[in-house]
């Protein structure tokens, strides 16, 4: 071999020493960068030449791990804002040893008529029968909107979901293009795959995303599904936001479209999955079924008091203790009849009514035997006579108007249980697809030995060079 030669593989060997320095240096710089991808400078022997040719800058990263986390971020983004709308749903309905529970206000409601029943020419008594008869239609009533706040906040988080979920597709299509410019010179974007990295997974919670390689190290960017969102362009994702949601205005309410075309979003849809189909569960599956208990618990009530047992005094067709606004029971017009029950006036006090007719029937036309406690007796047979829900899904069980709130409180809190399981079994996936994802990335202790190894190279490198010119001195000096 030449001392010219010699003297090229040397430098061409300080050059690769110099640019493998640098790319441990950027590992190192970079170990806390979200989204940053270890650098590895590949090097080839130089055929012609000789030396090393320096090939480019390459990205380490497992894709298929990769993929596996983007999946369990969508997972975990769906089971955690499920168990938060159910744990919401839960609070509304209270625990069954609440007292301010709807399980709690029809046991004070009872104790009341008992206390009432010892001493049914006492006003007093009557009147905290009537305030305890208010205080469950109340808790009946607040539940109901609170279960419509619920879809109501759901609906504006679809609507901010999707406002992320089209920033982010354009982002991504926006580096696509800049990386697909640089796509000739090895290595060089790089730094702009690590931004679309950081970019994909941003969205990845809200939808369970694949990426699929393209041309000119491009991605393309599909749901789970099967729903294109991102190739070349990025495709536009559509929602209307509600101005508010009430209990019947779930037909009216927007769905999901993507490029104008109508997408669904249950387990089976194009864009099932992550934190935008549990919203939308949320608001057209979660919240009408909360809605429809509360609705079947309301017309149980009401049902109770203007059966004739409980009152012989009634007029057929008219309201009973409990009405829907007023208004006797309308089997057809259920839905967020919860929202709308409220104490017959004629026994209220506060409306003008006389807590006496608790004690001698609404249709009493004038005040009986104060002493009789015949009327409040059958007001009590009737909270607590056995019945089978009609409506809301509450089970088959007869059950008495205590054993019907507390079976609530307990579907409630079923829900709330198995949607807590699943979040923990999503959260633990993620966080150990997480930590296997963390180990691959930046390790310290290898760079730093790599950059020793380095160092000996460009030792040994220098000097051939600093030997190749003293043979030069020497040959001149001849």
Known sequence: MSIAASLTNALSGLNAASRSAQTVSSNLANALVPGYAPREMQLSAAAITGGVRIEGESRAVDRALLADRRLADAAAGEAGARSAALERLAELIGAS???????????AFEAQLVSATARPDSTVRLEAAVTAARGLTAALRDASAG????????????????????????????LNREIAALSSRPGAANALMDQRQEAIDAISQIVPLRALPRDRDMLALVTTGGQMLLDGRAWQVEFDAAGAVGAGSGAALSGLSVNGRPVTTGADGRMGGGSLA?????????????????????????????????DPTRTAGAAGL??????????????????????????????????????????????????????????????????????????PEARDMSGLAVGLAAFASADLAAADVERGFARAR?????????????????????????????????????????????????
């Open 97 to 107: 040893d609440d007292p301010a529970s709807i399980a709690g206000r029809v046991a």
């Open 147 to 174: 279960v419509q706040q619920v879809r109501q906040d759901a609906d504006a988080a679809i609507a901010r979901d999707v406002e992320a979920l089209n920033d982010g597709l354009a982002r991504v299509a926006q």
């Open 278 to 310: 549990a919203a939308f569960a949320v608001r057209d599956d979660l919240g009408p079924q909360a809605q429809a208990r509360l609705d079947g618990v309301a017309r149980d009530l009401i049902a109770r008091f203007e059966a004739t047992e409980a």
């Open 322 to 395: 409990f009405t829907d606004a007023g208004a006797a029971l309308d089997t057809a017009q259920e839905t967020g009849l919860a929202g709308r029950i409220a104490v017959n006036g004629l026994a209220d006090p506060s409306a003008g009514g006389g807590a006496w007719r608790l004690r001698d029937g609404l249709g009493a036309a004038a005040p009986g035997p104060a002493g009789d406690a015949a009327g409040l007796d059958r007001l009590i047979d009737a909270l607590n006579a056995p019945r089978i829900p009609a409506s809301g899904g509450l089970g």
């Open 430 to 478: 993620l966080e150990e697809l997480t930590a296997r994802e963390l180990a691959q990335g930046v390790d310290s202790d290898q760079e730093l030995q790599k950059l020793m190894l380095i160092e000996r190279a460009y030792a040994a490198n220098a000097r051939v060079v600093e030997t190749a010119d003293q043979m030069i001195r020497r040959l001149m000096e001849i």
